[in-house]
Nanobody
């Protein structure tokens, strides 16, 4: 069982930066692939970024590639999402998720555990 708690969301102007953090409980954190997804009002949840168990492999949605960076610290059981050059279209609730098996990073159905989400609002 893994419990995930996101933090770091907030209101920022376009062009600004935010850093989201996800704290995980459980002894097997280093075994999980980790991902970030987001859901805007009236839209489906979409993939943002993911990394494998070590953080050595990272994956990004085209819409955030070059602006967002995912990283993890297996000693601290955390995974972060650094978001730069934010745009109004990045406004959404951001969710952290854990996947024991890995390999299907972009698919929300592959993730077994989810956090409660944190709101990110980017004003124009």
């Amino acid at each position: 069982q893994v419990q995930l708690v996101e933090s770091g969301g907030g209101l920022v102007q376009a062009g600004g930066s935010l850093r989201l953090s996800c704290a995980a409980s459980g002894r097997l954190f280093a075994s999980y692939a980790m991902g970030w997804f987001r859901q805007a009002p009236g839209k489906e949840r979409e993939f943002v970024a993911a990394c494998n168990w070590s953080g050595g492999r990272t994956y990004y949605a085209d819409s955030v590639s070059g602006r967002f960076t995912i990283s993890r610290d297996n000693d601290r059981n955390t995974v972060d999402l650094q978001m730069n050059s934010l745009k109004p279209e990045d406004t959404a609730v951001y969710y952290c998720a854990a996947d024991l098996h890995g390999g299907s990073y972009g698919y929300s159905s592959a993730y077994e555990y989810w956090g409660q989400g944190t709101q990110v609002t980017v004003s124009s």
